[in-house]
């Protein structure tokens, strides 16, 4: 069997246009506590309610970086009697929200790579959440798309994109397809626990889309995909128990499991020695050695996650062009991040130089994707 080599020929984005900063967010978080410790005034004197405390900027944007979000809906998110977007149910007949933004993206990775649905045979919709259970919201995509061929769903959390790519880059590898769109719609916002003070502040929505193809097709300045490595480790640190068990355990929508939830400092403990570990690893792999990487391109949940895992695999703090930063602006958006930092900050890469795409998250999982510039 022939195997074909293959690139990544383009990427794309749909960028949600409001914005929440941290001074907004922080407004209305500290109203709801305010409200609620009103409501509870009673019990609190009574010692039987344990008084909510109010969050603060300085502390969101030194423990993690981020600065502001975009979000589907910002009014529902800051009404603090709701704390959670207000999204619209749609007839069945219309396009979903998530595959409104994956076909969004997916046109603009087309438009940039002079391709249209005519080149592609594949859609991967790859993402944390999915909006329903079925049909497969990648197969609604592929259809208002136009393109031939076969789409399915996958969820990896954060790392969803990078496993996505892998899957794409072996289905071009072994030439049963030409060429696979992956697109991550994160639509995060839903499954925040906005009245958690430890983590209201972490996501915002976006998505992302990423066009793989043979190498032979693909257009000049494309990044040659020369490995692909994943791997997971099972951990309770990240999880969101809703599920389609919720409804026959007569859960709440609104319990705390039900959303996302972490133990945060474990998560950084943990992960970023992994992820080091991990790349490090793939890169040795291929003759390479961190040093010899142009840029690396990694998930963007907190900047001091991505400075531990670039002075480990360098020995000194990065720049900022070796290791760009975007979750100041978009904040945690699961698996589209290190997407997003691949999508704005590529284009002064020289032919013949290297770079890793790397994302890690909830499972735990880790996605590392090396490319070379044609
Ligand atoms: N405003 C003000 N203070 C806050 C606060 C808020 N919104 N949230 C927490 N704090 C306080 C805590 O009460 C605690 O106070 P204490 O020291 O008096 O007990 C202190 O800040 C530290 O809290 P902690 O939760 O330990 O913060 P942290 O430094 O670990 O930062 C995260 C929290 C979530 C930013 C950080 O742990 C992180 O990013 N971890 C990795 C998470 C990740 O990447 N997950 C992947 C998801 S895909």
Redesign the pocket.
């Known amino acids: 069997m022939t195997l074909h080599r293959v690139a990544i020929s383009s990427t794309g984005i749909y960028v949600p246009q409001e914005v929440i900063t941290n001074e907004e967010l922080v407004a209305s978080f500290n109203s709801y506590v305010q409200l609620e410790n009103a409501q509870h005034a009673s019990e609190i004197a009574a010692g039987t309610f344990t008084p909510l405390?109010?969050?603060?900027v300085e502390?969101?944007e030194k423990?993690?970086g981020i600065k502001r979000r975009h979000v589907m809906d910002k009014s529902g998110v800051l009404d603090p009697t709701r704390m959670r977007p207000r999204l619209k149910p749609r007839a069945d007949e219309e396009l979903s929200l998530m595959a409104e933004i994956a076909v969004a993206a997916a046109q603009d990775a087309l438009q940039r790579a002079g391709k249209t649905a005519a080149d592609v045979d594949g859609v991967i919709c790859a993402a944390a959440n999915m909006q329903r259970a079925y049909p497969a919201m990648a197969v609604e995509i592929q259809g208002a798309l136009g393109i031939q061929g076969f789409a399915f769903d996958m969820n990896v959390?954060?790392s969803s994109a990078t496993f996505g790519i892998e899957m794409a880059v072996n289905a071009v590898k072994t030439g049963s397809v030409r060429a696979v769109l992956v697109v991550d719609p994160e639509i995060t916002s839903p499954h925040l626990a906005w009245k958690d003070?430890?983590?209201?502040?972490?996501f915002g929505d976006v998505c992302t889309a990423i066009l793989v193809e043979r190498l032979d097709t693909a257009p000049a300045g494309s990044f040659e995909v020369l490995g692909t490595k994943l791997q997971t480790s099972f951990s309770n640190n990240?999880r969101n128990n809703a599920g389609f068990m919720s409804r026959s355990e007569d859960r709440n929508p609104e319990d705390r499991d039900q959303l996302f939830r972490?133990e945060?400092?474990k998560?950084?403990k943990e992960?970023c020695p992994m992820a080091a570990e991990h790349i490090s690893k793939h890169l040795a792999a291929h003759g390479l050695a961190p040093a010899g990487v142009r840029r690396f391109w990694l998930h963007q949940?907190?900047l001091?996650?991505n400075l531990f895992i670039s002075r480990r695999l360098l020995g000194r703090d990065p720049t900022p062009e070796e290791a760009p930063i975007i979750l100041d602006e978009f904040a945690?958006t699961?698996s589209a991040g290190s997407i997003i930092a691949f999508h704005q900050n590529h284009a002064d890469i020289q032919s013949g130089e290297v770079g890793v795409i790397c994302s890690f998250?909830?499972g735990y999982s880790i996605g590392s994707v090396i490319v070379r510039r044609t």
């Open positions: 405390v109010e969050s603060n502390f969101i423990a993690s959390a954060c003070r430890d983590c209201h502040f972490i990240i972490q945060g400092r998560v950084f992960v949940a907190n001091a996650m945690n699961a998250g909830a």
